[in-house]
Structure formats: C-alpha cells, structure tokens
C-alpha cells in the first residue's frame, strides 16, 4: 500500500486553511517543528524547522585537554555515548599518531556491538513499533502484545550489560580512554553474558521474522547511500567513507566531499554531499545497501527469510534493517567474546603534538564524525563534531515530501500521523543535532 493508504481515510475542504501542530514529537529525542504549505490542491513547501537553541560543545572543548573530549563529548546523548567516546577517541590518535593495537580494537568494537543493541531495541520495540501496530505507545501496545515487548526489551537490557561490564556502567562508561582502556575486563568477568547474549540472539531473530511480516507503506526513494566500509569486515568502529555513488575516502577528506549549511528556518545545520543534489542518508539503511554482505551468515539468512532485498529503499523497512543488525550485534559480540584475552598494559601511550585529528564511527543512527586540532600540550584549539541526524535532515525532508504530496487528502491528524512516522524512521536523536515536530498546515 502507499504511504498515504497506509495511514487510511479521506479528507474534505482541500481548499480552505487548516493548521495542524504537534508541540512535541512522541517517541523520538528532541523537538522542533513542521509547516507544509499547499496552495490550489498542491504542496508547494514543506519545512522541517528545528528551533531547539545550540548546545555548544564545540566551543565548550576549546582549551581543554585532549584526553578530555571523549568523556565530555559522550555527555552529547545519553542513548548512543559509546560513539562520541570512539570518534573523539578515533580522532586524539589519529592527531597523536596512534594506532591502537588488535586487542584494544577488538575491544572496542565489542562494547561499541552493545550500544548498538541497547539503541536499535529501544527504537524497534519502544519508539518505532506503535506506529506500524496502531498504538499511542510502547505501554498500550504491550497490553495486546507482551511477549513482543518483552523481547524487545530485553535485547535492550542485554546491550546495556554488555556495555557496563566493559565500561564500568551502561550511560556514559567512564573505563574508555584514548589510548585503550583503563582496565580489561578478565574472561571471568565477560562469561557471564555469553547466556544473556545467546538469549538475545534469539530473541532477535524472533523480532527480525516478526518484522519481515509487518505491512510497510510503499515508498521507494532514490538514496544516496554513505557509510563506513572496512575490507576485513561490517564496518563499526572504524573504516573508509564510502558512498553509492562511487566515493572512497579516507575520513581526513570528510570535509573536503561534505558541508554544512545553515538555513533560516533552523537552528540546526543540513549537511549535503559536495557536487551531489541529492540528499545522502546514512544508517543502518547505507550500512546495509554498502556492506551488507559482510554480516555474519545468522544475519544474512535473517535478512533472506524476511524478505529484505539487498538495498532497501524504503525508509519504512528501516525497522527491519535495524532487527538484522541486532542479529548481527549479537552474533558478533558472542564471536568476540570467545576469541577475547586480557591484555596488559590496558592502554598504549598517547603523547599530544600540534596536529589535526579526524574520527569516525557507525553510531547506530549513522556516521559520526570528529575532528580536532590540539596544540602540543595537549590542549584542543579546535573542534568540529557531525551527528548522523543532522547529516540525515536534508534526506528527512525529502521523504516528508513524498509522503505529504502523496496524501493531501487525508484527514489532519492522520497526515500528522503518517508524518511522525517518517520521521521516526530515522530514529532521530534530535539532541545530538539540535531539535522536532510543530507541524503547522497551511492551506490557502
């Protein structure tokens, strides 16, 4: 079905003014507006307006020293803070001339699998799933559909032990470092999750043929794709930049292929592909359609039984991108886990010069990109952090006009309904970029 059938119902008045507002957008991190403008039966502008004011950690890291951007940029967002950690941490070596060695980035890929577990359950079960089973909310669905939730929940719950047993807590972790870690964990102490993550696993094959069942709207868009992309494996903690359209670069040429723009209506920036008029979108839909086949074998065949074709176009199918990684997080923490051996010391040395440092790494939402210029004591002149969703606003907006061009005559809150749910669709942390949804109709 088509993304306005799927939200059903016919509207009447097409030609006098409605106005519709949503003060703030349920299940999504942030806030910010919408207006859409249709003028004699056809949509002639739609705006996503984030108003939500500047953070300013950018200018809150200057003068600070190097070793400090981890901790300080992992406070960004309580949802995904192993991503800050690794692409500040990612960028300090890089400016150090620092590679860390196997074990410390086997480690780290390990944690990272848990945050992606932790951020990818919340969003299927808690922030997308209502919407594609007619619910208000994770707490009415769960009346009707329990065991589902609890599933969910509990892959969730699995993440945030994964990452506490590591980083000395689920929110924020305070045991990584640039350099490594301050301790490694024994065997002894990671053993124990072996059964926890083995019931994950599980439970996410449960959700990912769950997911392959459900009736998704049809909406196909013409992505361009960009990821990470490692050659020895699904890229997570480190990698190339890669696009679908042929681009492969280092992550020090960022800048040179990707800008920042402002626009009046926002307070966040929209970052587009140099010499590209399309919106690029990054995430599990890019990591999949790049290097998907590099997931373990359980997830591809998770993924072939489901029914998910080898690039996915439409954004609503997301959510089913996003129960494949599960798998494939799962899968790879349990594969690290026994390959896993202490290592001493827990960090190499890190001695700070006068450079430029670049970071990326695949937060669950997408690439995240750091860079950093420090001075020869250590103390960081410069900083320039890019979240996923803010590199996703552009592509946000598009999808919104297909959806609203192609359901103008639906009833008012069943438009701001099938518009929230392209938005989610993202699963948009609004206050890494700055923030949604007043959505203001005009119709005049």
């Given at each position: 079905?088509?993304?306005?059938?799927?939200?059903?119902?016919?509207?009447?008045?097409?030609?006098?003014?409605?106005?519709?507002?949503?003060?703030?957008?349920?299940?999504?991190?942030?806030?910010g507006?919408?207006?859409?403008?249709?003028?004699?039966?056809?949509?002639?502008?739609?705006?996503?307006?984030?108003?939500e004011?500047?953070?300013?950690?950018?200018?809150?890291?200057?003068?600070?020293?190097?070793?400090?951007?981890?901790?300080?940029?992992?406070?960004?967002?309580?949802?995904?803070?192993?991503?800050?950690?690794?692409?500040?941490?990612?960028?300090?070596?890089?400016?150090?001339?620092?590679?860390?060695?196997?074990?410390?980035?086997?480690?780290?890929?390990?944690?990272?699998?848990?945050?992606?577990?932790?951020?990818?359950?919340?969003?299927?079960?808690?922030?997308?799933?209502p919407?594609f089973?007619?619910?208000?909310?994770?707490?009415?669905?769960?009346r009707?559909?329990?065991?589902?939730v609890?599933?969910?929940?509990?892959?969730?719950?699995?993440?945030?032990?994964?990452?506490?047993?590591?980083?000395?807590?689920?929110?924020?972790?305070?045991?990584?470092?640039?350099?490594?870690?301050?301790?490694?964990?024994?065997?002894?102490?990671?053993?124990?999750?072996?059964?926890?993550?083995?019931?994950?696993?599980?439970?996410?094959?449960?959700?990912?043929?769950?997911?392959?069942?459900?009736?998704?709207?049809e909406?196909?868009?013409?992505?361009?794709?960009?990821?990470?992309?490692?050659?020895?494996?699904?890229?997570?903690?480190?990698?190339?930049?890669?696009?679908?359209?042929?681009?492969?670069?280092?992550?020090?040429?960022?800048?040179?292929?990707?800008?920042?723009?402002?626009?009046?209506?926002?307070?966040?920036?929209?970052?587009?592909?140099?010499?590209?008029?399309?919106?690029?979108?990054?995430?599990?839909?890019?990591?999949?359609?790049?290097?998907g086949?590099?997931?373990?074998?359980l997830?591809?065949?998770?993924?072939?039984?489901?029914?998910?074709?080898?690039?996915?176009?439409?954004?609503?199918?997301?959510?089913?991108v996003?129960?494949?990684?599960?798998?494939?997080?799962?899968?790879?923490?349990?594969?690290?886990?026994?390959?896993?051996?202490?290592?001493?010391?827990?960090?190499?040395?890190?001695?700070?010069?006068?450079?430029?440092?670049?970071?990326?790494?695949?937060?669950?939402?997408?690439?995240?990109?750091?860079?950093?210029?420090?001075?020869?004591?250590?103390?960081?002149?410069?900083?320039?952090?890019?979240?996923?969703?803010?590199?996703?606003?552009r592509?946000?907006?598009?999808?919104?006009?297909?959806?609203?061009?192609?359901?103008?005559?639906?009833?008012?809150?069943?438009?701001?309904?099938?518009?929230?749910?392209?938005?989610r669709?993202?699963?948009?942390?609004?206050?890494?970029?700055?923030?949604?949804?007043?959505?203001?109709?005009?119709?005049?």
């Open positions: 079905m088509s993304a306005a059938g799927a939200a059903g119902g016919n509207g009447k008045g097409r030609k006098r003014t409605r106005t519709i507002k949503v003060d703030a957008l349920a299940r999504v991190e942030g806030e507006a919408m207006k859409v403008v249709v003028r004699d039966g056809r949509l002639e502008t739609i705006e996503l307006r984030i108003y004011p500047p953070r300013f950690f950018e200018a809150m890291l200057r003068g600070r020293d190097f070793t400090e951007a981890p901790d300080i940029t992992a406070r960004i967002c309580g949802i995904c803070p192993v991503a800050y950690i690794m692409s500040a941490t990612n960028a300090m070596e890089d400016a150090c001339g620092v590679t860390a060695p196997e074990p410390i980035d086997r480690l780290r890929r390990l944690v990272y699998c848990g945050e992606w577990l932790e951020s990818h359950g919340l969003h299927v079960i808690a922030l997308h799933a919407d089973l007619g619910y208000d909310g994770v707490v009415q669905m769960a009707d559909h329990r065991e589902l609890e599933r969910g929940l509990f892959v969730k719950k699995a993440g945030n032990e994964l990452i506490a047993a590591i980083g000395g807590r689920e929110i924020h972790p305070v045991n990584l470092r640039v350099g490594g870690v301050y301790r490694s964990p024994s065997r002894k102490e990671l053993a124990p999750l072996r059964e926890t993550l083995e019931r994950a696993r599980e439970y996410a094959l449960d959700l990912t043929r769950w997911a392959g069942t459900l009736d998704y709207p909406l196909e868009r013409d992505y361009v794709f960009v990821a990470l992309r490692a050659a020895d494996e699904y890229a997570i903690q480190r990698g190339r930049i890669a696009s679908s359209t042929g681009l492969d670069i280092h992550v020090s040429a960022y800048e040179e292929h990707f800008v920042e723009e402002h626009v009046e209506r926002s307070t966040a920036l929209h970052s587009r592909m140099v010499g590209e008029e399309r919106p690029y979108l990054c995430g599990p839909m890019a990591r999949w359609a790049l290097n086949r590099q997931l373990s074998p997830a591809l065949e998770a993924a072939r039984d489901a029914g998910l074709e080898p690039v996915c176009t439409n954004p609503f199918r997301s959510l089913l996003r129960c494949v990684e599960l798998v494939f997080a799962t899968d790879e923490a349990l594969r690290l886990i026994d390959a896993y051996e202490p290592f001493d010391p827990p960090s190499v040395p890190v001695v700070p010069r006068r450079a430029v440092g670049h970071g990326a790494t695949e937060a669950p939402r997408g690439l995240l990109y750091q860079r950093y210029a420090i001075e020869a004591d250590g103390a960081i002149r410069e900083a320039k952090i890019v979240p996923p969703t803010s590199q996703n606003q592509s946000i907006e598009a999808d919104l006009r297909e959806v609203v061009a192609g359901g103008l005559d639906l009833e008012r809150d069943v438009l701001r309904h099938v518009c929230e749910q392209s938005i669709n993202y699963d948009p942390c609004i206050s890494c970029a700055t923030h949604f949804l007043d959505l203001e109709l005009d119709r005049a």
